[in-house]
């Protein structure tokens, strides 16, 4: 009773030997094996446990739909739960696990559940656990969780990398079975670019395990030839272990190659697996089709194996699964696979055939029973015979494997991944395609036809079509010739009747058929949900295996087809998707670009502590030698520049060129104040609203010439209002003359504020800078001694008398540089964001954090800048609505503590004196807080109900999650000078 | 049927033989009182509450489909309510509470889990954003709590710490925040209706409403006409082709949300965490599998699928936020269609029809929302008059001026 | 659709160079036009299954803004048109 390695045959290379682990144990096993088929070489049937129930269970498969062979590979960070023993390559060195057991695989708890199995049946955790109310989440469902899930992943920073790709092609050709060669072959021959896309890593596919000859050699033989034909095409690319997961819009294709899944020590320079995106202009699904499961009694022990497997595993690895196998089949297909086990001396003990009079030829000396009904199995951990029963009598036949064969299911999933409905086909009962339209094509068994022949006729025939179809002409080739053939026929069998065990539908959710009974019997028989609630087809093959049977059966027990039964949706991915895979290179510190100021060196020189700010990287202070923190630092630097001088980097501020003889007229209707009758020469605040009244963005907008104007955005929306522009030019606007460009990365500007600002600054510029000739908001261009020109704007976010200089990028280190070297003698220092933010507070400027969205200009005490004259700008029908003008609403106002040694947060609420906190009472919230320097005590913007009538009222400000109140007093938002004194110097 | 441990244990004695339909299968009536079109969870709620708190005896709900097929049985089963504005929080922790006492209620397990909801943050004005939210809570009376960076490498040592292309500073937590078995709540309510006397009715796809004298008198369906005195129209992804049938002007737009699940693991994730430096929000189903999602697609559809592109921006986030999800596999991706409003907030109003009352506009609000919406969506239509705390989600707030929105993005839905 | 689209400009690109900014079938007003009008330029969609326009802007390539029409349950584009030359048409 063992799985051995056959004496010969097999594409595997037994000259060379690959050692590996399985659950600690070493294992030997050859290149050109899988996990599973070396496995089963070394008789290890038993490799995992069921979900629920925690069973025993063996492999069932050779392939991607495997439910019971989940293993864990790997180790440390780089451990891959879940991984399908069936398709994961060997490889020396190579360690797996087996999962959902404790303590050991062959010792299992866990398996105790399946004593309980009466009281489990499905959707049983929706009818319990629900007294006492609090014992869900303490007791229940930690238990259900813990019982739960399969593998175990470690959840650390994966070492390996991945990357993605774009590739283009006329014909992507899925899978390099036979239909598949003979597809990509005719349009390679044709002239096609082709892609020939496979999971496995070997091509051939059904090929690899056929004993039918083909032009009077082996399949597998015939399998290289084209493979060899197709690498000498130069049209044709062929990208074997990678898996097509996905269709999307455009026939572009979502695919994944493992490049170093199979190998122990992936190189670095290589990705682990890459995405690609395959732009096809036609696609030819040739994915073959799947052997269908047999529901029977006890048809879930180790040992219990499709029939095709066996062959496979026979036939293309070299592996027997058993030494004595019987066969339980309802078609031709069962008998193949005992002739080709029987050619390799395998003994087969029996084949029981659910069809009354089967025409099949068994091989020699095998006794067939027909009629019958496999009702249990017999063993523990692997299987040791099985029970059959006909015509009222029961009998045990001893073997150590079970091939089962119900017939077969085309592989439509990706085809039906867009919406597309499979349609049922009583001829060949079972689900196929509809057509697709051009761009995907099904061929092949995926298409229903299943045998070899009509495989290879089909896969060249619509390929030939496809070239066609895309200008190309084909040459007729003779299709190569077929040797005798088994029959694919087969008698649809849902149920094997009379089963003394549970009979399994989906073998890893443990879902068998008296679940599925019961989800009829309580009003869930729509295929959605019957899945849902038994679980069904919810597992990781999402129902490769089981889908068709519990259509079939919830068919049966209705009395209905399984045409109005129907499928439940196919969805991407085919098979399971790596994160990693699709996330590619954008990851940690390269999860997004960064994006660095002109003066970022400067910046960095002068001791900057950098923060992110969008993708910008921005100086927040710069820390002198013994400063303890960043408010330190800020301290000095507001009190620096409202004493001395300093220098702040606003590079990062959106700037736009606008040019022609509408800008004017442009800017007049993008912004809500006016901009009509700006002087050249002159800098103006222009604020933008939404269509729907709302604030959008600031800035300062200059006019250099009177055809162009250069326009400043904040640092946040400056790609933001870039788009706005473009869209109201080109789309609600497009008979203006305007055009304009983004010239935000072409400068390098900078904040000269303080009241010694002019002296620093005339000592580098020819100009006069002087009040009188170059007064509060101006703008010009002015010529920097050595003769540079640069722009020179008289604004000021900081209150201060200050200056904004922009000189073009390449140069503007130079020039912050020289500004510095002045500004010594003045006491002028750099200063970062945070002090920035101070003195804007201190000065009842607003920034994003006040403009937020929801805020009108009234509301932020703009109220009177917005034109009544203009018949027309962005907003202004829409900002007149009522709850836009009521007077309840929240107003801009400045708060001081009335203790000044109290602090005040922003995010704070508002509320009454003595009122109770409730979102009824709330009267508003804090949007900008800090300490200020110059007065001494924190000060803070806020948002309050009607809160310009309320200056001297006191309001709690309420911080419940930080725990402290603080009483306020209302005032004015303008902290400092708030009349103008000091920036009209 | 009453469900119980005792109620399993006996029917497994008599093999699981004896279990009734969950509920009946009943043949439309000619006339209702009242006809909610939507069998999903705030359908089969609003029918539930109308028979329970309500006292109203003779209701349907149409279902075009089976009963949850819509965006219930496609979501990732987050419930909390940590909103911040006046119109939004206090409905949310209406159904907050409503969620807590639902099991009992309905006597199904929805499988509520109060795990936490957890919402990172990477710069500060992001933490004065979520300090104003959790302020905003506080004021309804719901805890609230901000956590630093320490505190969060206690709780999830998992997240990005150390290469953060942004850095996590800390996280807004809402403890009573978790989620729940979308599945079971769409079945629960509509077992509970059921044996209240509701007829659900599937496979009923409404095709028409007859009107009179400006006031809905019945609607056409794949059953034939059925006569109602009022209708409650709860469709949501597809408000705007009912809304259509009436003449109804919308604000709304349908999008295609996707959402995902990753093969089942042993628990690893055991809160629901959301990313500020993106919009990814991730938890752990009791089956073991990840469910996560991202943003809309961004385009109008009807289609109950997306594509590549959002994909593969929503795993970049989730690996940016946890590297260590870079090996964990992704088994299936689906796609909800969102009714998208111009605020990014849901309605539950009269409209300008008579006897015509309108559910939706959830955005990706909707599951959370669910024994609210229907507790509200009830009360509006029994009484005639809005429920308190769905008093400012009415569809003229967009003529007036009263937008609710969170996001502060404006009216164009693909910003919400 | 939402995978590629053909921009008049610059050819078949990813969607991912592209921004959606939604309805292309709104006209915004005259700036006498009554209430209802604005109102519902700026909140009410026919939000139709089936054919539509829509707004999008190539962001990362010509920065054109572009009208996609296209069907909104089957994905199908009928025609990318650029964005202003329909305006002058008055079809903006």
Redesign the interface.
């Known amino acids: 009773m063992t799985a051995y390695r056959l004496a010969s045959g097999g594409v595997i290379d037994r000259s060379s030997t690959l050692s590996f682990k399985f659950d600690g144990r070493a294992m030997k096993g050859h290149p050109g094996d899988t996990l599973a088929s070396a496995l089963l070489a070394n008789d290890q049937l038993l490799v995992g446990r069921s ?1 629920k129930y925690h069973r025993p269970r063996g492999i069932v498969t050779a392939g991607p739909s495997e439910p019971n062979a989940l293993v864990t590979i790997g180790e440390g ?6 991984t399908k023993a069936t398709v994961a390559e060997l490889y020396a060195g190579l360690d797996a696990r087996s999962q959902n057991r404790w303590p050991s695989l062959k010792h299992d708890i866990g398996a105790l559940n399946g004593l309980l199995s ?2 489990l ?1 499905a959707g ?8 006492p ?1 609090a014992f ?2 303490k007791v229940y ?1 930690p238990l ?3 019982a ?11 070492p ?1 990398s ?1 990357e ?1 790709c ?1 590739a283009h092609c006329d014909l992507l050709v899925v899978g390099a079975g036979p239909t598949g060669l003979m597809a990509a072959l005719t349009a390679g021959r044709a002239g096609l670019r082709v892609i020939l896309a496979d999971e496995d890593f070997r091509l051939g596919g059904s090929l690899l395990a056929e004993t039918t000859r083909i032009d009077h050699r082996p399949a597998m033989d015939f399998a290289e030839a084209c493979l060899a034909e197709l690498r000498a095409l130069p049209h044709v690319t062929i990208m074997p272990r990678t898996t097509v997961f ?1 269709w ?3 026939n ?1 294709f ?1 695919a994944v190659e493992r490049v170093q899944k199979h190998v122990v020590a992936p190189q670095a320079k290589l990705p682990v697996e890459r ?1 690609w ?1 395959i ?1 096809a202009k036609r696609a030819l699904l040739a994915t073959g089709a799947e052997e269908r499961p047999l529901v029977f009694g006890g048809n879930d022990r180790p040992g219990v194996m499709m029939a095709g497997a066996m062959r496979t595993y026979a036939n293309r690895f070299g592996v027997a699964a058993g030494r004595s196998v019987a066969i339980f089949t309802n078609g031709s297909a069962g008998y193949g696979t005992a002739s080709d086990l029987a050619a390799h001396e395998i003994e087969v003990a029996a084949i029981i055939d659910s069809r009354d009079a089967p025409l099949d030829a068994a091989p020699a000396g095998v006794r067939v029973i027909p009629s019958a009904s496999v009702i249990d199995t017999r063993g523990r951990q692997r299987v040791c015979g099985l029970v059959v029963e006909r015509a009222g009598f029961e009998e045990t036949i001893a073997c150590d494997a079970i091939g089962m064969s119900g017939g077969w299911n085309p592989v439509i999933h990706l085809a039906c ?3 597309a409905k499979a349609v049922w086909s009583p001829e060949l009962s079972t689900f196929l395609a509809p057509d697709l339209g051009s761009g995907l094509v099904v061929a092949g068994s995926a298409a229903g036809r299943y045998s070899l022949g009509g495989c290879l006729e089909d896969g060249a025939e619509r390929a030939a079509r496809i070239a066609a179809d895309l200008g190309f002409s084909t040459a007729s080739n003779p299709l190569p010739a077929v040797g005798e053939e088994v029959d694919p026929s087969f008698t649809a069998l849902w149920y094997s009747p009379g089963a003394k065990a549970k009979a399994f539908v989906d073998f890893q959710n443990d879902v068998h058929v ?1 679940d599925l009974g ?1 989800a009829l ?4 028989g ?1 295929v ?2 019957a899945k ?2 038994t ?1 069904t087809g ?3 093959d ?1 129902g490769k295996l089981s889908a068709i049977n519990a259509t079939g059966l919830l068919a049966g027990m209705q009395g209905i087809s399984p045409a109005d039964v129907g499928t439940t ?1 196919f ?3 085919y098979t ?5 895979a ?3 290179t ?7 670009p ?1 994006r660095k100021s002109p003066l970022y060196g400067w910046a960095e020189k002068n001791g900057a502590a950098f ?3 969008g993708l910008w990287y921005r100086p927040a202070f710069f820390a002198r030698h013994g400063e303890k923190t960043w408010r330190d630092s800020t301290d000095r630097e507001v009190v620096n520049v409202r004493q001395h001088v300093g220098l702040c980097d606003v590079s990062t501020l959106g700037k736009i060129e606008i040019f022609g003889p509408d800008a004017a007229e442009f800017l007049n209707r993008l912004y809500c104040n006016p901009f009509l009758k700006l002087p050249v020469g002159k800098a103006r605040y222009g604020l933008m609203l ?5 604030a ?1 963005d600031d800035g300062t907008t200059s006019r250099l010439s009177p055809q162009h104007f250069v326009m400043t955005t904040t640092t946040a929306l400056a ?1 933001g209002v870039m ?1 706005h522009l ?2 109201c ?4 606007w ?2 203006l003359k305007v055009r304009f460009c983004s010239s935000t990365d072409q400068w390098a500007q900078m904040a000269i504020a303080g009241p010694k600002s002019r002296l620093v600054l005339q000592a580098l510029v020819e100009d006069d800078v002087s009040d009188a000739a170059f007064p509060f908001l101006s703008a010009a261009v002015v010529t920097l001694k050595g003769g540079l020109n640069a722009r020179l704007f008289r604004i000021s976010f900081s209150g201060e008398l200050a200056y904004e200089l922009a000189v073009p990028a390449g140069l503007g280190e130079a020039v912050a540089d020289a500004i510095m070297e002045e500004g010594r003698g003045h006491g002028i220092c750099a200063y970062g964001l945070e002090a920035l933010n101070v003195l804007r507070i201190e000065k009842g400027h607003v920034t ?2 006040e403009f ?3 805020v009108t200009p009234d509301d932020a005490g703009f109220g009177r800048m917005v034109s009544a004259q203009k ?2 700008f962005i907003g ?3 900002s007149t ?6 007077a309840d609403r929240m107003q801009m106002v400045g708060l001081k503590p009335v203790e000044t040694d109290q602090h005040i ?5 508002l509320l009454r004196e003595g009122a109770k ?3 009824l ?2 009267q508003g ?2 949007s ?1 807080a800090c300490y200020s320097p110059t007065l001494g005590h924190d000060i803070a913007l806020a948002f309050l109900k009607s809160g310009r009538e309320r200056y001297g009222e006191r309001v709690v400000v ?5 725990g402290g109140d603080t009483v306020a007093e209302i005032c004015h938002p303008v902290f400092v000078d708030p009349g103008n004194t000091r920036l009209k110097v | 049927m009453r469900y119980s441990a005792f109620s399993i244990v006996k029917n497994a004695l008599s093999g699981n033989l004896d279990w009734k339909p969950a509920w009946r299968q009943p043949e439309p009536k000619p006339f209702y009182d009242v006809i909610i079109v939507g069998g999903g969870g705030h359908g089969l709620a609003t029918a539930y509450y109308l028979a329970k708190e309500f006292g109203l005896k003779n209701i349907a709900v149409l279902e075009k489909g089976y009963l949850g097929s819509g965006n219930v049985g496609r979501n990732t089963t987050i419930v909390r309510s940590n909103y911040m504005l006046p119109g939004n929080e206090p409905f949310y922790e209406f159904s907050m509470k409503l969620w807590e006492g639902l099991e009992q209620d309905l006597n199904y397990n929805a499988m509520l889990s109060q795990r936490g909801v957890i919402n990172l943050y990477h710069n500060n004005s992001q933490r004065d954003a979520y300090i104003r939210r959790g302020n905003a809570m506080w004021m309804e009376g719901v805890a609230a709590e901000l956590l630093d960076r320490a505190a969060l490498k206690k709780m999830l040592p998992f997240l990005n710490f150390d290469h953060a292309r942004f850095p996590i500073l800390g996280g807004l937590l809402q403890k009573r925040g978790g989620t729940a078995r979308h599945d079971a709540v769409a079945w629960g309510y509509a077992r509970a209706a059921d044996r209240l006397g509701v007829d659900l009715i599937q496979n009923c796809e409404v095709t028409g409403i007859r009107r009179e004298n400006g006031a809905v008198t019945g609607v056409e369906t794949s059953k034939g006409f059925i006569g109602c005195g009022k209708m409650g129209l709860a469709a949501a992804g597809n408000t705007s082709r009912v809304g259509q049938m009436a003449d109804l002007k919308l604000p709304i737009e349908s999008h295609v949300l996707q959402a995902f699940v990753t093969e089942g693991l042993k628990p690893v994730i055991d809160h629901v965490i959301t990313y500020g430096a993106g919009h990814f929000y991730i938890s752990q189903s009791d089956k073991g599998g990840l469910v996560f999602g991202g943003e809309i697609d961004g385009y109008n559809s009807y289609a109950q699928r997306g594509n590549l592109a959002t994909v593969e921006h929503v795993m970049e986030e989730g690996v940016s936020m946890i590297p260590g999800l870079s090996r964990v596999r992704v088994l299936r991706s689906w796609g909800g269609v969102m009714d998208m409003s111009m605020d990014g907030s849901p309605i539950i109003s009269h409209t300008p029809i008579g006897n015509l009352y309108l559910n939706g506009g959830w955005c990706y609000g909707g599951f959370k929302a669910t024994p609210a919406s229907g507790w509200c969506f009830a009360h509006l239509i029994a009484k005639d008059e809005t429920h308190p705390v769905a008093r400012f989600l009415r569809l003229d707030r967009f003529a007036r001026g009263y937008a609710i929105d969170e996001r502060g993005a404006g009216p164009q839905p693909n910003l919400h | 659709m939402a995978s590629l689209i053909h921009c008049p400009h610059c050819g078949v690109r990813p969607s991912q160079e592209f921004s959606i900014r939604g309805d292309a079938s709104v006209v915004r007003p005259a700036p006498e036009a009554s209430d209802e009008a604005w109102h519902e330029y700026v909140h009410i969609r026919s939000n139709p299954h089936g054919r539509h326009r829509e707004h999008w802007q190539h962001v990362a390539g010509c920065r054109r803004g572009l009208v996609v029409e296209r069907d909104t349950f089957t994905h199908d584009v009928f025609s990318v048109t650029d964005g202003a030359a329909v305006a002058r048409e008055g079809g903006r």
């Open positions: 979900f960070a780089a451990t891959d739960p879940n009466p009281f049946s049983f955790y929706y009818k319990t656990f629900m007294w109310a869900w989440e469902e259900i969780r813990r739960a899930g399969l593998g175990r992943t470690v959840l650390e920073h994966d390996h991945y993605k774009w996905g999307y819009d455009d572009v979502g995405l995106r732009v991944q867009r919406g008296k019961l019997r309580e009003g869930f729509h959605e949900h849902r609630y679980t919810m597992a990781t999402q949706t969805r991407p991915f399971p998707v790596a994160f990693g699709l996330a590619g954008s990851r940690d510190e390269h999860a997004a960064v923060v992110d700010s939404r269509e729907d009244g709302i959008y790609g788009s473009e869209y030019a080109q789309v609600v497009p008979e994003h954090a937020d969205g929801r018949t027309d202004k029908r829409l609505r009522y709850g836009l003008t009521a947060r922003a995010g704070a609420h906190a409730s979102t009472n709330d919230y804090v900008s309420w911080d419940k999650l930080s």
